[in-house]
């Protein structure tokens, strides 16, 4: 049976400076409007834009240079970065590849993957990387795509997969990103805009990602089927599907489960909300409207394994799948749940097991 | 909970580098979170957060010595009342965006208050500190070790619940409590 192991990791907000706000610009008219705007919104929005805990962040590189050699990969579902600024960004891309010149450390003493092989990341763009530097972080930044081109190869509003071999029967992850076009503002909540938080499945700012995402997932069932056997095939994005929270929602959600049903995609992997959870999306049916049957769909939600002062805590999951190597077998899923634990490492807090239908 | 006192909060606030003033906060930890993160220093909240990332520095620490020799039961912290083991003080000194020249008097005032306050914190509440494998030997005051532990093997096969999807009922993982350095 073949046996995948996934790490999944989520919202890093890697910033220039860890444990604080990105900067207010210093000088000219327009950093002076810059600055008036922006704290504003970081007066109401300042937690979600706290930057990374150098400390937990380096309890995780450690924590994957003691693993790695377990693992098939590591899926980072979006927002690696604390804003779309090219200074948080090129920090994060510091952290997948700088050199590691001792065990997980860089040049300047600091966390880094660098040690692992660039080929097992599955990476992408979170609504973080996106904000344009400009007033009010707005969406539509592209900045991302260029510096981690390497990563994530999809583009802005893009899909890309990953295909993980195997001889029975290969898994094939296929990311795709909701982000809201440049001149989409989200839908507002009473007086909160909606930009900061919401991504959007499909609509006229964005009338492509959801279908690429089907097509995508149709030729790769084609193109890695192992003699007769298809791959499995589980979705990654950002955004948690049917998020509680009004301004942190993905619209448009159950679109993108209807597609998934029809697709018969098992798992969807999620970041966003900073809450580790696992949610079948069978109990959220009515959300489809009626007549809609009940999907085998799991929305397995990663907290945010580095963000400082998180009061949810810092957290990553690995996902094991115990694969059918022929037809009419049943999936299985296995889930660690880790949690920066005692001021010092990552420890597995809860272990689950679940047979897919 | 190790809380610093506030003269020692003020000090690392003040050794800090100009550019990381007000920046690297000192008042932001895994469970603490001053109100206005845009302000000046909470120094209340300070006193309990920079507690935590010292905490935290040394657990690194310490956890960075088992890869490098696998067996080591334990690491020195602190190895008299003056000072850090260097290569800690290194770590503190880059975690609190101190300036890390040996030269600098303020940073070496405000890593002296810091030490100060740590090991009357283990002297006085030797039970606490030894949640986080933190003691002295027998009736000593130093040195002041913290535990090595070797890292679990990743997947606990066996440990876990198996049920249908279907049967799963939504869940998350619980919200940390503020203070439970957990």
């Not at chain 1, 929005?45 to 924590?63: K, N, P, R, S, T």
Request: aromatic letters at 10%; proline letters at 7%; glycine letters at 8%.
């Amino acid at each position: 049976v073949p046996k995948f192991t996934l790490l999944h990791a989520s919202d890093f907000h890697l910033a220039t400076v860890p444990a604080g706000m990105p900067p207010a610009p210093q000088r000219g008219f327009w950093s002076r409007f810059r600055r008036l705007t922006q704290s504003q919104i970081n007066k109401v929005f300042q937690i979600g834009l706290l930057g990374h805990d150098a400390l937990v962040l380096e309890a995780f590189a450690h924590w994957l240079y003691v693993n790695h050699p377990a693992l098939d990969a590591i899926v980072l579902t979006g927002d690696l970065s604390n804003t779309g600024y090219q200074r948080d960004l090129k920090r994060a891309l510091r952290f997948l590849d700088g050199p590691a010149l001792s065990t997980f450390y860089d040049a300047n003493q600091e966390a880094t993957l660098g040690f692992l092989n660039r080929k097992c990341f599955i990476v992408l763009p979170g609504n973080h990387d996106r904000y344009r530097p400009m007033p009010a972080y707005l969406p539509g930044g592209t900045s991302f795509d260029k510096l981690f081109s390497a990563y994530w190869p999809g583009q802005f509003q893009g899909v890309w997969a990953w295909c993980i071999p195997d001889a029975a029967r290969n898994l094939v992850v296929v990311g795709a990103d909701f982000a809201l076009g440049r001149r989409d503002l989200g839908k507002h909540h009473y007086w909160l805009p909606g930009w900061l938080g919401q991504r959007r499945v499909t609509g006229p700012h964005n009338p492509l990602t959801l279908a690429q995402l089907r097509n995508a997932t149709q030729s790769l069932r084609v193109h890695c089927r192992t003699g007769d056997i298809d791959p499995v095939i589980l979705w990654a994005i950002h955004f948690d599907i049917f998020a509680p929270d009004e301004s942190l929602q993905l619209l448009e959600s159950a679109s993108l489960v209807r597609v998934a049903r029809e697709e018969k995609i098992p798992i969807i992997l999620a970041g966003h909300t900073h809450e580790t959870k696992i949610k079948p999306v069978a109990s959220l049916a009515s959300a489809l409207g009626p007549g809609a049957s009940t999907p085998a769909v799991a929305v397995l939600g990663c907290g945010t394994t580095a963000q400082a002062g998180a009061s949810q805590g810092n957290d990553f999951q690995v996902l094991t799948l115990d694969v059918p190597d022929g037809v009419g077998g049943q999936l299985t899923l296995s889930v660690d749940w880790y949690r920066y634990y005692r001021l010092r490492r990552f420890v597995c807090v809860r272990s689950e097991c679940r047979v897919m239908a | 909970m190790f809380l610093v006192r506030r003269k020692t909060a003020e000090a690392l606030f003040e050794a800090q580098e100009p550019r990381l003033k007000n920046q690297l906060r000192l008042d932001v930890s895994p469970s603490f979170r001053a109100a206005n993160l845009r302000g000046k220093l909470d120094v209340e909240t300070a006193m309990a957060a920079i507690g935590e990332r010292t905490l935290q520095v040394m657990g690194g620490y310490a956890d960075h010595q088992v890869i490098e020799s696998p067996n080591v039961p334990f690491v020195v912290l602190m190895p008299g009342p003056d000072s850090f083991e260097r290569p800690l003080e290194r770590r503190l000194k880059q975690s609190f965006g101190l300036d890390q020249s040996s030269s600098s008097s303020s940073s070496q005032t405000a890593l002296q208050l810091l030490g100060e306050d740590f090991a009357a914190w283990v002297e006085q509440t030797p039970q606490e500190a030894e949640e986080y494998s933190v003691y002295t030997e027998a009736e000593a005051s130093f040195p002041i070790c913290m535990r090595c532990e070797p890292f679990p093997p990743l997947i606990r096969e066996g440990d876990r619940e198996v049920g249908d999807i279907q049967s799963i009922d939504p869940f998350k993982l619980a919200r940390r409590e503020p203070g439970a350095m957990g």
